[in-house]
């Protein structure tokens, strides 16, 4: 079974930036999409990027397009989401997650694996 975890989550200032690490393991084949999801107090789990692992083709929210990143390692094992210029609404726990499938969407229901999370605090 596919395994998540992420790291690197921590408290900045608006404006500032953190980048999130996903380690993977036991992924099923080479293709499938890696995304992030974030889930802020009060509100439902979002869809913020997504990489398709064949290719590295990249998906974003409209929220995050133009400050966050996301990019993977050349084994395609390791995730990274890079965020700049944080706001205070990024706040949230952020999620790792992996569709063998479909991802590009940055649908919830597309992502069958998921990690335990890593918090973002941005503070103004």
């Known amino acids: 079974q596919v395994q998540l975890l992420e790291s690197g989550g921590g408290s900045v200032q608006t404006g500032g930036s953190l980048t999130l690490s996903c380690a993977g393991s036991e992924f099923i084949h080479s293709g499938g999409y890696s995304g992030w999801f974030r889930q802020a107090s009060g509100k439902e789990r979002e869809g913020v990027a997504s990489?398709?692992?064949?290719?590295?083709?990249?998906y974003y929210a409209d929220s995050v397009k133009g400050r966050f990143t996301i990019s993977q390692d050349n084994d395609k094992k390791t995730v990274y989401l890079h965020m700049t210029s944080l706001k205070p609404e990024d706040t949230g726990m952020y999620y790792c997650?992996?569709?063998?499938?479909?991802?590009?969407?940055?649908?919830?229901?597309?992502?069958?694996?998921w990690g335990q999370g890593t918090q973002v605090t941005v503070s103004s």
């Open positions: 997650a992996y569709g063998p499938i479909r991802g590009w969407r940055l649908l919830r229901t597309d992502f069958d694996y």
């Open positions: 990489i398709y692992r064949g290719n590295g083709a990249t």
